[in-house]
């Protein structure tokens, strides 16, 4: 596990980016109130145990423990306060990326576990925003909610969708990180966009595959 370094060929612009490649690591993090308390944490920019505890609705001992798991592994971090009480907690990073697992099969299986657990947050997201988007004015909810489309490209295809949609997603992570309270506009409300990309088809042959990229 490593943070970028500004060495990076191109390094991003606001973000701090943490690289996954321990599966000790992916396996520590993929815990929901973990994210729980990272999304928190981005969300308020900093917060205290007992600041996370009450938003959570969990005790000061199961927030502290996880708070503290979550430092033993470079997620976060504590910081001076205001004043001589406890000390709050910030994200140590604002974007992550797992990487490695193509040549580490357990890397590959703590991935996994990690991606099921966050895709059944952005189901559960969604099913919450189905329940809330009646206070919503119909501007918002003609651009919010769920799309679907099946269509037949190729892998060259394929990965030049991802990279133009990725590219409008980065300008705002870049100008915006998640933890940069000032650098939320006015009227901005924190948006969850989750992707699937999901082939429909067998795995092409070897060779196929070859010839195809």
Not at 15 to 37: E, G, K, N, S, Y
Not at 154 to 171: C, M, P, S, V, Y
């Amino acid at each position: 596990m490593s943070l970028e370094s500004s060495n990076d060929p191109q390094p991003p612009a606001g973000q701090r980016w943490l690289v996954l490649d321990d599966p000790t690591v992916i396996r520590a993090v993929a815990h929901p109130i973990r994210l729980d308390l990272m999304e928190l944490m981005g969300r308020e920019g900093r917060l205290t145990t007992a600041d996370a505890a009450r938003e959570l609705g969990i005790s000061h001992g199961l927030a502290s423990h996880h708070l503290r798991q979550l430092a033993k592994y470079g997620f976060v971090e504590q910081i001076e306060g205001k004043d001589n009480r406890e000390r709050p907690w910030r994200l140590v990073f604002t974007s992550q990326r797992i990487q490695g697992t193509d040549a580490n099969p357990d890397l590959a299986d703590a991935a996994d576990v990690y991606e099921r657990i966050a895709a059944e947050r952005a189901v559960a997201r969604f099913i919450d925003w189905q329940r809330r988007r009646g206070g919503w004015s119909a501007a918002w909810n003609q651009q919010a909610g769920l799309g679907q489309t099946n269509v037949y490209l190729t892998f060259d295809e394929l990965a030049g969708l991802n990279g133009a949609i990725n590219d409008l997603i980065t300008r705002y992570v870049d100008e915006r990180p998640i933890d940069d309270l000032a650098s939320r506009p006015p009227g901005s409300v924190p948006v969850n966009i989750t992707t699937f990309v999901v082939p429909l088809a067998q795995p092409q042959p070897p060779e196929e595959a070859e010839e195809a990229g």
